[in-house]
T-cell receptor, first 116, second 116 residues
Framework: GAVVSQHPSWVICKSGTSVKIECRSL??????MFWYRQFPKQSLMLMAT?????????EQGVEKDKFLINHASLTLSTLTVTSAHPEDSSFYIC????????????FGNGTRLTVT | AQTVTQSQPEMSVQEAETVTLSCTYD???????LFWYKQPPSRQMILVIRQEAYKQQNATENRFSVNFQKAAKSFSLKISDSQLGDTAMYFC?????????????FGKGITLSVRP
């Protein structure tokens, strides 16, 4: 079945530094990947849609300069949290589809980011 | 815009019993897809079941089945013979049918606890 790998699974960084999270589709090509953010016991909030070879589409209220997304290949999208602050601490999850209109999205295992 | 509503924040069920999780949605689309995802404590998102709106027959997957009422915009999940491993957060989600890679819109989720 379709597998999405996300790395790292957890990361601790100091305030002011940047952190990169990778999302890979292991056995399929993903022209589109999605980045979600989730706070404890809450739902997944879509941050942005990552499109291979073009600029990402950000949801309203998400700072594009803060959360940099790069989708340079059909199997890899990266999310970089720049100048991280404690309020950026959260669980970040990526997902990707198989490119068919009715295909369900497959999710990575998520990344727990803690900014100290 | 589409909205997904899960009004019950928590539910509890005795092992081997049956439980129904509620979900309603709002959309002006005629064709779309509905999903239930499970998120156990590991936080991995797992697809439980999906329903295509143009199909009248309710989807079933082993112990999981849905009651899809298109006119009422209702999409409930029934879990039969509940098992301890069913303990998790459950999210109802909506996807438009247009476009090769449509995003998922999630409800707030419900925490299900299965009691031994």
């Amino acid at each position: 079945g379709a597998v999405v790998s996300q790395h790292p699974s957890w990361v601790i960084c100091k305030s002011g530094t940047s952190v990169k999270i990778e999302c890979r589709s292991l056995d399929f090509q993903a022209t589109t990947m999605f980045w979600y953010r989730q706070f404890p016991k809450q739902s997944l909030m879509l941050m942005a849609t990552s499109n291979e070879g073009s600029k990402a589409t950000y949801e309203q209220g998400v700072e594009k300069d803060k959360f940099l997304i790069n989708h340079a290949s059909l199997t890899l999208s990266t999310l970089t949290v720049t100048s991280a602050h404690p309020e950026d601490s959260s669980f970040y999850i990526c997902s990707a589809g198989l490119g068919r209109p009715n295909s369900p999205l497959h999710f990575g295992n998520g990344t727990r980011l803690t900014v100290t | 815009a589409q909205t997904v509503t899960q009004s019950q924040p928590e539910m509890s069920v005795q092992e081997a019993e049956t439980v129904t999780l509620s979900c309603t949605y709002d959309t002006s689309e005629n064709n779309y897809y509905l999903f239930w995802y499970k998120q156990p404590p590991s936080r991995q998102m797992i697809l439980v079941i999906r329903q295509e709106a143009y199909k009248q027959q309710n989807a079933t997957e082993n112990r999981f089945s849905v009651n899809f009422q298109k006119a009422a915009k209702s999409f409930s999940l029934k879990i039969s013979d509940s098992q301890l491993g069913d303990t998790a957060m459950y999210f109802c989600a909506f996807m438009r049918s247009t476009g090769a890679n449509s995003k998922l819109t999630f409800g707030k989720g419900i925490t299900l606890s299965v009691r031994p």
